[in-house]
């Protein structure tokens, strides 16, 4: 009998396990659909907040674009010494298309235009008050990052020429699914610059005139001044930077120094990747910090060909630092502050460069823009002002903020020794994306 | 006593309806007289039989015709006895290695091994014991044909890789099953630093009693989806029935590494640098201002030398010593109990193991208890518990992939003293060091590992349950129901502490990370054994099913900013940076079935299938069905064979199947968006791309075997072929990425493993001199046969590993340039163009070399053989174990063999690099910091994995009976025991058993990168019983 008791009680318990297919229904605890993700007005601004944190990634401007910019340009001013193969590939200009670090800004960038291409796609359940805002944001970031991929991966654009040399794959619409359709071939250098204008244009428009940390007008008017002035046009750069001026909502910070290593933007700031102790990671300071700082090993040194540059008395220069047996660039020792994108100095010295080019005082003159970033790092201020007076100036004032390769590209100036846009200095496509995608054309030299 | 061994030749053996006509009785013992419990009895050419009792005895009514008895006890030669007139017959069985009557543990079940038609390979625990290592599959590793085992380095409690007949998978698991007492546990690793550690290091071998490793088709089947890497079945020791026994056993002993690589000293090192400095100086001529690069780095010669003159050699630290830790001792104790009753019985083990690693402050430390509980409550009912605690401490370093695991110290330079060994304080950098403190970079070359080890701690404590009842209900003549309720409970702590000068600590005044994380595993089965003969027919069923579920939860925290560096919890940090939970969960539900038929054991015919169901596929494919059927035919039953003196035993094999492998994620079948914060506010980002269609893998397996047994099985063994084709791979499929997503979980792809297995065991002498040999090797031969169409390779696309999925190729295959070695006219590195047509032309311009397949990382065969002598008391047991075929990528070549280019310390063979016209060498000329043919991605750095390890010896005394019952003692022995004495290899690394723990996955791993190498262990102990 007592046996009987044993096998009710094992058949009791076996019995509510025999076939439940509920038992199989398991949901993911960190992960939600994707109806889900996409259903209201909150959950597509998250996704929007999403785009943030991916345009924040190492790959991209947490720091590595930057830094990938000032290694390709490196022009015996800096070297890398540290022990990985990614970056000193790229300042070797002997890249591999293996190279990780190529690979993974393309990855990354690729991933956040997915991101803010579902947002743009979800636009109709956001609340019609806020559309207008997420749809530039999201825009904005878009553009943003068209923009470093059809500057690394693509031959330069080279004003007054067709530019039709090959660019990087356009994706306008969110990934539902993988098919024939996702073998995206490559576009134009100027059908992506024409996406890129056309992105930040929209967001100009839509954006508001302050939004936080986030994208604002004012962000949309500074990049487009970039992205003319990369393709030499002169007039609308100097225009859409002395929007940027003029709207009175930026000053430049009193000293030079107080212009970085910000955990907060600082008066200067127009745009910046926001880093907290929680929450990303600023690459810069990885590699051009010491471990003091949060830093690898001071993986790049500055070298003596840029810091001759200085004039003595200048404030930047006494930015520079000495630790782990090299000078070091001072701009990046706070691992958790912002990684600045845009700052007024840039404007100022986008519409000096351009006023003077044209021989136009739009906004001011070109000798009134450049002293004021000149007399701000303790110079005297100048009589007068040519244009190479105003890129010598932009070399020392924006110094190892990533600007290096690209004022190279368009200046069409020699990356360290080779030609302006040599097979060399442009990044390969990265080969696992020309394994997976047969539509893709490699870059010449690889 | 009868009534015992009645049920017992029910529960175990085909007991048919025996027409009595003649009761033999006797007695079964080992040579020393004690009774063997449990010995099978089988009237020859019948399916009568019994089994001994607790005293030996045994009575058995023999059917008319029957003449001959056969005796056979597991680790025993079986022994055959014709009938004369005596109704009493006594025998004595001699000890052996291994036997064909033994019983196997099959899913579910046990069998005898010489009606079985799959194929399994039996480890008997015995061959275990006191092995003076952390884990059972350490234990495992060399002693059955086909289970490859590599420890990934000689970090004691790290990541084991286990492949049994070759890797069939190439993002799914390819680590067997492993069931222990029933219980399919948990083996993932789970701790945070990037060395994985090995779950299964939890388990104490000494309790065990058997491994089973279930190796083809037949034989795994009944476990379904999650067969196809193989099954591993572990069984914990039992009690037996009589007095209770004591033994105890204490080792202690200690460790070496089994190699060393040579470096540069001082004198060598500034020798090589300065030529490389030189030599670019040459190359770029003459720049303004004068700099010179040989300058710049005797700058740095002065710098990495602090307070020592490197022009008078004053300082030439052998950084690889430092790495080491002196003479660290491991221990190992053993406590058993076991006895019982003829109701019940009972084994209780208490076991302590103490494995101090090579490295510094590296070491592993178990704690276990053991009791299994076996009660017969009455003649139809048997319950029991197994029942098992444990608790293991891992000292953790670094993962071979930072600074600041020990072995990085090789990289830094001999002039840098580790100290500073002068009585003033030095200045380096931003900080004073005082005397005696380690110097750190700037004056050390990279970060100086010591630090870590001086100022920082990871310690992973895991707390481990296994726990399973069961209750076995006879409810029929031959037919048994089983229940089981099982749980594997996987708690383990993970915590770090950085001190305020270590790497990770020094920027925000010292680092922790904690980490708590469970995994609760529960599982519970319901099954029917009913065996029955009819005449010759001999039919053995199972049917049953069973429910998994297995949830994972994880709880972490990080903060810095500590006050001082004495306070290491997080409680102190004033920065808290970071906070996470996390869960996951799976389950199956599965059915499953065995018939076994067999016409007098020599016609066998056996059928197993399960359906399984599980919540990782996808909702179009959540129900799978692995059917298995096979085929005996026992030649020596024959009438040809039957009387042959020389051959004893043949039997011919075959069996197909289809298994599965649902070792992927857990909902890699979903659409799904991840949350991403960013500064402070919750965001949200598509993490994956759904496949509703997502499902196991499926493996088709065919095996075709041979048994043999010579002169009365002396000589034993088996031959298999096997084929193993894995198709619906479960890939991530690389996709373009600029769809947003790299990859895609895809049932695509195939891979194949054909090979053949060979055993042989060998009773070489018998008497008072034994003398035997099991001897076991196997071919495998792995080869990708199908990718995503239009896909032809899958390459991570890193600079420094170079093992890819190619097609035509065997997973993890080596990719990448052909080093041609040295122009010798000028220095050049050379590769092989190996482009079409090219044919064997060469260029000094790395990006113009093809990348080609280099080599395979897995070695083709494996092998192991063991010899045992036995004398007057004395033993010894020799075992080697090898792999060939295989190559290594030293990775870290490009750093430390990189001819001078940077200021890590460089290997000695770099003092052969290129210095004039027609030095004809392999090494290029040395030029600075211009990755003169240091690309990691190419031959030049890889080398032969091949060797042949003296695995173990031990060396034993066991004292005579005689001497020991004087003194109250069962039994005392003595014993010396060697692990990984000597290796034979032509590689020139550390050691050829390596794949380094940070990189270790599917397809990465023959890669050497700063791995640290295997232990050379002697110990000594002694086993006492009561």
Redesign the interface.
């Known amino acids: 009998m ?2 009987f008791k ?2 009710f009680f ?2 009791a ?2 019995g509510t ?5 509920s ?4 949901e ?10 996409l259903e209201n007005d909150a ?1 597509i601004k ?9 345009l ?1 990634a190492t790959n991209l401007f947490a720091g590595n674009t930057l830094r990938n910019s000032e290694l390709l340009g490196a022009n015996n001013e800096v070297q890398w ?1 540290g ?1 990985f ?2 970056p ?2 790229i300042w ?1 200009l ?1 890249m ?1 298309a ?3 670090d190529v ?1 993974g800004l ?2 990354d960038a ?2 956040t ?3 803010v ?2 947002v743009l796609d979800g636009l109709d359940v956001v609340n019609e008050s806020d559309k207008a805002t997420v749809q530039g944001e999201a825009l904005f970031i878009r553009a943003l990052v068209y923009f470093e991929l059809v500057r690394f991966y693509a031959k330069p654009w080279v004003a007054g020429a067709a530019n039709d040399q090959l660019g990087v ?1 356009l ?1 306008l619409t ?2 539902r ?2 098919n024939e359709d ?3 071939a490559r576009a134009s250098v100027s059908a992506v610059y024409a996406q890129i204008i056309s992105d930040l244009n929209q967001a100009k428009s839509l954006l508001p005139e302050s939004n936080s ?1 986030r994208a604002d007008t004012y962000a949309a008017s500074a990049a487009l001044a970039r992205v003319y002035l990369q393709q030499g046009d002169f007039a609308q750069a100097r225009d859409e930077a002395s929007r940027v001026i003029e709207s009175g909502k930026y000053s430049l910070t009193t000293a030079y120094s107080d212009a970085f290593n910000r955990d907060a933007n600082s008066t200067e700031d127009i745009f910046s990747i ?1 880093v ?5 990671t600023n690459s810069m300071v990885t590699f051009f910090a ?6 690898r ?2 993986d790049i040194d500055i070298l003596d060909e840029h810091l001759n540059l200085y004039d003595p008395a200048d404030e930047r220069l006494s930015m520079f630092y000495e ?3 090299a000078i070091r660039s001072g701009k990046w020792t706070n ?1 958790f502050g912002n990684v600045g994108l845009f700052r007024l100095a840039e404007m100022y010295l986008i519409r000096a460069e351009c006023n003077a080019r044209l021989g136009t005082a739009v906004g001011d003159s070109a000798l009134n823009d450049y002293n004021k970033v000149h007399q701000r790092a303790r110079l005297s201020a100048a009589n007068s002002v040519t244009v190479e007076d105003i890129l010598f100036e932009r070399r020392l004032e924006l110094a190892h903020e990533g600007f290096k390769v690209h004022d190279l590209r368009r200046l069409q100036q020699n990356i360290q020794g080779q030609s302006f846009d040599a097979n060399n200095t442009i990044f390969p496509i ?4 020309i ?4 539509n ?1 054309v490699q870059n010449p ?2 | 006593m009868k009534k015992i061994s009645l049920v017992f030749s029910m529960l175990f053996l085909f007991a048919g309806m025996a027409v009595a006509q003649r009761a033999v009785s006797g007695s079964v013992t080992d040579n020393d007289g004690n009774p063997l419990i449990g010995a099978t009895i089988l009237v020859q050419g019948t399916s009568v039989g019994t089994v001994s009792d607790i005293d030996g005895a045994y009575s058995i009514d023999v059917p008319e015709g029957g003449e001959v008895l056969v005796f056979s006890y597991t680790g025993y030669a079986s022994l055959e006895v014709t009938l004369g007139t005596s109704n009493v017959v006594n025998v004595v069985l001699e000890e052996s290695a291994a036997q064909l009557s033994e019983v196997v543990v099959v899913g579910y079940g046990t069998q005898i091994k010489s009606t079985l038609t799959g194929n399994i390979a039996k480890v008997a625990g015995e061959e275990l014991e006191n092995l003076p290592v952390p884990s059972v599959e350490q234990a495992m590793q060399g002693r059955s044909a086909g289970v490859f085992v590599e420890a990934v380095n000689g970090k004691p409690g790290g990541a084991i890789r286990v492949r049994i007949r070759g890797a069939s998978s190439i993002s799914a698991s390819n680590q067997p099953l492993y069931v222990i007492d029933g219980i399919p546990v948990t083996v993932q690793s789970q701790n945070a630093s990037g060395a994985p550690l090995n779950p299964l290091a939890d388990l104490n071998f000494n309790d065990i009693e058997s491994i089973d490793i279930l190796k083809d088709a037949s034989a795994s089947a009944i476990y379904g989806s999650r067969a196809a890497n193989g099954v591993v079945l572990i069984t914990t020791k039992k009690g037996k029935a009589g007095t209770s026994k004591i033994d105890f056993n204490y080792q202690v002993g200690t460790s070496q590494p089994t190699g060393y690589r040579e470096f540069l000293n001082a004198a060598e090192y500034v020798e090589l640098f300065t030529e490389a400095a030189v030599n670019l100086d040459e190359i770029e001529g003459n720049v303004p201002g004068g700099f010179t690069w040989k300058d710049w780095v005797e700058a ?1 010669f002065d ?1 990495y030398s602090g307070p020592s003159d490197w022009r008078t050699g004053q300082t030439d630290t052998d950084w690889q010593q430092l790495a080491f830790a002196d003479n660290p001792i491991s221990q190992q104790a053993n406590l058993n109990f076991s006895g019982g009753n003829n109701q019940t019985t009972f084994y209780a083990g208490l076991g302590f193991s103490d494995q101090q690693g090579i490295l510094k402050n590296n070491g592993f430390e178990r704690m276990s208890a053991r009791l299994n509980l076996d009660h017969k ?2 003649d ?2 048997t ?1 029991g518990l197994n029942f098992s605690l444990a608790r293991t401490f891992t000292d953790q370093v670094s993962n071979d992939n930072a ?1 600041s695991t020990p072995l990085q110290l090789i990289a830094q330079s001999p002039l840098t003293p580790a100290r500073n060994f002068t009585n003033d304080p030095f200045q380096s ?2 900080r004073l060091i005082q005397p005696g403190e380690l110097f750190d ?2 004056t050390a070359v ?2 100086n590992g010591l630090i870590e080890l001086e100022e920082s701690q990871r310690n992973v404590v895991s707390y481990r349950t296994l726990a399973n009842g069961y ?1 076995r ?1 006879k409810l029929a003549p031959g037919l048994v ?1 089983n ?1 089981e ?1 099982a749980t594997d409970i996987y708690n383990l702590r993970d915590d770090l502490f950085q001190g305020s000068i270590t ?1 990770g600590g ?3 005044n010292g680092y922790a990370y904690s980490r708590a994380n469970q995994i609760l595993n529960y599982n ?3 099954f029917a054994n009913y065996s029955k003969t009819f005449g010759s027919h001999n039919l053995d069923m199972t049917l049953g ?1 069973e ?1 998994q ?1 297995s949830r994972t939860q994880s709880t972490d925290s990080e903060g ?1 900013q500590f006050p001082v560096d004495d306070l290491k919890t997080i409680a102190s940090a004033a ?1 808290i ?2 906070g996470s939970s ?6 199956f ?1 599965s059915y499953f079935t065995r018939v076994n038929y067999n016409f007098n054991r020599k016609y066998l015919l056996s059928f197993s299938g399960r359906v399984d ?3 990782r596929f996808g909702i179009n494919n ?1 129900y799978g069905f692995f059917p298995a059927a096979s085929l005996g035919w026992v030649l020596s039953e024959e009438g040809f064979l039957k009387d042959n003196n020389t051959l004893s035993f043949l039997k011919l094999r075959a069996s197909y199947g289809l298994i599965g492998n649902a070792a992927i994620g ?2 890699e079948h ?21 496949n509703p269609d997502l499902t196991w893998e499926n493996t088709a397996q065919i095996d075709i075997g041979l048994d043999f047994g010579f002169l009365k099985d002396r000589i034993n063994g088996e031959i298999d072929y096997y084929q193993k084709v894995t198709s619906d791979l479960l890939l991530g499929v ?9 990859t ?1 979980t895809q049932n695509i792809g195939e891979v194949t493993n054909k090979g053949v297995e060979f055993v042989l065991n060998t009773n070489n002498t018998v008497g008072q001199f034994k003398w035997n040999t099991s001897f076991n090797v196997a071919y495998n031969r792995n080869e990708v046969t199908k990718l995503a169409d ?11 590993l170079m093992n890819v999925v190619k097609l035509g190729q065997p997973i993890g295959v080596f990719w990448g340039a052909e080093y041609a070695g040295v122009d010798p006219d000028n220095g050049d590195p050379l590769w092989y163009v190996n482009k079409e047509g090219s044919g064997r032309e060469t260029t000094n311009n ?2 113009d070399a093809e990348f080609v397949a280099l080599g395979n990382p897995s070695p083709e065969w494996i092998g192991g053989v063991t010899n045992t002598f036995d004398w007057n008391g004395f033993n010894l047991s020799i075992q080697f174990q090898g792999v060939f075929g295989n190559m290594i990528h030293n990775a870290a070549g ?2 430390m063999s990189a001819n001078g280019d ?1 200021f890590d310390n460089q290997t000695r063979d770099q003092l052969d690099r290129w210095q004039k016209p027609g030095d004809i060498t392999d090494v290029p000329r040395a030029i600075f ?1 211009s ?1 003169h043919g240091t690309q ?2 190419s031959s030049r750095f890889l080398s032969e994995g091949s060797y042949v390890r003296l695995k173990n010896v031990t060396f034993g005394y066991e004292f005579p009976k005689k001497v020991l019952d004087n003194i109250g003692v069962r039994r005392l022995r003595l014993y010396v025991i060697g692990q990984n004495l000597l290796t034979f290899t032509n590689y020139d690394g550390w050691d050829p058993e390596v794949t380094t723990d940070a990189f270790v996955n599917n397809t990465t791993f023959g890669v050497d990168f700063y791995a640290a190498p295997q232990p050379k262990t002697v110990a000594f102990g002694i086993n006492v019983g009561f």
């Not at chain 1, 396990?17 to 297919?21: E, F, G, I, Y």
């Not at chain 1, 998250?46 to 991916?54: I, R």
């Open positions: 007592k046996s044993y096998l094992l058949m318990f076996s396990l025999v076939s439940c297919d038992l199989l229904e398991l993911p605890a960190q992960n939600i659909s994707e109806v889900l993700a959950n998250a996704v929007l907040v999403g785009a943030y944190d991916e924040g010494v022990t193969n990614g000193r590939e070797n002997n591999i293996e190279n990780g690979q393309w990855v690729y991933q235009i997915n991101i291409n579902n794959p994706v969110p990934t699914a993988i996702s073998k995206v940390w926001q907290t102790s929680q929450d990303g010491i471990p003091d700082f949060g830093g090993d001071g630790g782990n047996g691992q990265p080969g696992r994306e394994n997976a995608n047969p893709l030299g690889y | 740095r710098r409550s009455s139809n009912l319950v600074f950098g931003s970079r700037p990279y970060y209750a209900l129901l229940g309720i790497f020094q920027a925000s519970t089965k319901l099913t429910y579920d810095q920065d940076t970071g996390f869960l996951t969960e799976f389950t539900v169901g599980s919540s959540r857990n909902f979903l659409g799904l968006f991840a949350a991403e914060g960013y500064n402070g506010v919750s965001g949200l980002q598509p993490s994956q791309i759904p690389p996709v373009p990425a600029t769809s947003g997503f790299t895609q239009g896909q032809d390779i899958i390459d991570p696309g890193s600079s420094r790395y990006s490009s750093f940077w910091i990755g990691s991605r």
